[in-house]
């Protein structure tokens, strides 16, 4: 099946500092990437989608400035969370959307998600 | 817009009895339904789906049949175990639109007892 890998896990850092989560598949292109954030005990929040090669698109009330994303290859995507905030600590996931996978469904493939804590 | 509602949780059963968690969902299309499955510490897993009205998914003995004339798309699951303990999410896509996210539930936890 597809696989989607995420890295790191887990990472804890000084505020101010930034952060870089990595987003890959593993055994498929993904043209589209989707990067969620989720709050304990909360559902998942949209935070911005990724198209291979475009700038990604925002949801409302997401800093672009903040959470920079990067959909370079069509199996790689990055979140950087720039001058990262206590309050930036949460559990972040990504999915990816295979290529050609269109038909009657649109099936995602979740990562394992990176749980961020910023100190 | 779009959005999917499910009961609110948490769910207590003790093991080897049934399930049921309830989701409805409103769409302007014509969306494709899904079940995740988040066990503690780890990321979402798809449980099962279904893609057009009248079908059924299952997957380890869960099923939801995706029911248009309800909007629903309840989970089932006849006995359950302590290792189906998670938070399950109801969520929607709409088909055939590419590069559309999911639309998810806001969870609902399951705790099963022995």
């Known amino acids: 099946g597809a696989v989607v890998s995420q890295h790191p896990s887990r990472v804890i850092c000084k505020s101010g500092t930034s952060v870089k989560i990595e987003c890959r598949s593993l055994?498929?292109?993904?043209?589209?990437m989707f990067w969620y954030r989720q709050f304990p005990k909360q559902s998942l929040m949209l935070m911005a989608t990724s198209n291979e090669g475009s700038k990604a698109t925002y949801e409302q009330g997401v800093e672009k400035d903040k959470f920079l994303i990067n959909h370079a290859s069509l199996t790689l995507s990055t979140l950087t969370v720039t001058s990262a905030h206590p309050e930036d600590s949460s559990f972040y996931i990504c999915s990816a959307r295979a290529r050609g996978g269109g038909g009657s469904y649109n099936e995602q493939f979740f990562g394992p998600g990176t749980r961020l804590t910023v100190l | 817009g779009d959005s999917v509602t499910q009961m609110e949780g948490p769910v207590t059963l003790s093991e080897e009895a049934f399930l049921t968690i309830n989701c409805t969902y409103t769409?302007?299309?014509?969306?494709?339904l899904f079940w995740y499955v988040q066990y503690p510490g780890e990321g979402l897993q798809l449980l099962l789906k279904a893609t057009k009205a009248d079908d059924k998914g299952s997957n380890k003995g869960f099923e939801a049949t995706y029911r248009k004339e309800t909007t629903s798309f309840h989970l089932e699951k006849g006995s359950v175990q302590v290792s189906d303990s998670a938070v399950y999410f109801c969520a929607l896509t709409e088909a055939n639109q590419a590069g559309t996210a999911l639309i998810f539930g806001k969870g609902t936890t399951l705790s099963v007892s022995s």
């Open positions: 055994d498929f292109q993904a043209t589209t």
């Open positions: 769409a302007t299309g014509y969306p494709s």
